[in-house]
């Protein structure tokens, strides 16, 4: 009867921790490489607009992001249906929805037989071809957010990405498309346990986010 108990109760923990790992909870930093297509700004431009690092910080629904260039883009999402930007250039927070349907959709995506370890992760390739162009999307299973959190997250594809990637959480993505080109790699990833007052936002006046 003991030895039952003690298999069971291991059974239990060992099934906690998988539970545990299931759901990635701490901070990413990035380096970041943005090109502007349409010949309005240089390389070097966009680099000091934009920078070249971003953090995110994740838990469950939630999620802040920071780039640290001139722009200062802030970023908040508490896992409704509207996400908040606030820039430096700004007095007020920028709201968009990210339940509506995005512009740009979605044509195939193949899984490709190429691997990569990326800041420590063993991560898989995904290529996505869309209306606009093309994503290449480097995921591991071993960092991953459970995909039912973003179901109806459809701006920048995530609710896409997380259901056929099983939540993986993006290492490295490089997107390819009409007017801009971009690549984003996982630098840092860290696992901790984040303060839910992180992912508050300021309380500033609130204006719609219209895109150019």
């Known amino acids: 009867m003991k030895k039952n108990v003690l298999f069971a109760i291991s059974f239990l923990l060992l099934q906690f921790t998988l539970q545990a790992q299931d759901n990635?909870?701490?901070?990413?930093?990035?380096?970041?490489?943005?090109?502007?297509?349409?010949?309005?700004?240089?390389?070097?431009?966009?680099?000091?607009?934009?920078?070249?690092?971003?953090?995110?910080?994740?838990?469950?629904e939630k999620y802040k992001s920071e780039l640290n260039g001139l722009l200062k883009m802030t970023t908040f999402y508490n896992g409704n249906d509207t996400l908040f930007m606030k820039t430096a250039m700004t007095k007020s927070l920028?709201?968009?929805?990210?339940?509506?349907?995005?512009?740009?959709?979605?044509?195939?995506?193949?899984?490709?037989?190429?691997?990569?370890?990326?800041?420590?992760?063993?991560?898989?390739?995904?290529?996505?071809?869309?209306?606009?162009?093309?994503?290449?999307y480097y995921y591991s299973n071993d960092v991953r957010i459970d995909p039912k959190y973003y179901k109806n997250h459809k701006m920048g594809l995530w609710n896409y990405f997380m259901k056929i990637t099983?939540?993986?959480?993006?290492?490295?993505?490089?997107?390819?498309?009409?007017?801009?080109?971009?690549?984003?790699?996982?630098?840092?990833?860290?696992?901790?346990?984040?303060?839910?007052?992180?992912?508050?936002?300021?309380?500033?006046p609130i204006t719609k986010y219209i895109e150019d």
């Open 94 to 136: 920028m709201y968009a929805k990210v339940t509506e349907e995005e512009e740009e959709k979605v044509i195939s995506h193949k899984f490709t037989d190429i691997t990569e370890t990326i800041a420590g992760v063993k991560c898989k390739l995904v290529i996505v071809k869309t209306t606009k162009g093309t994503h290449k």
């Open 166 to 204: 099983n939540g993986g959480i993006s290492i490295r993505s490089i997107t390819d498309v009409e007017d801009s080109y971009s690549k984003i790699e996982a630098v840092f990833i860290e696992r901790k346990t984040l303060d839910d007052k992180i992912f508050i936002r300021p309380n500033l």
């Open 24 to 60: 990635f909870e701490g901070i990413i930093k990035f380096k970041v490489e943005f090109k502007d297509k349409t010949g309005e700004m240089s390389d070097e431009n966009m680099k000091q607009f934009m920078g070249n690092e971003q953090t995110y910080y994740l838990k469950k």
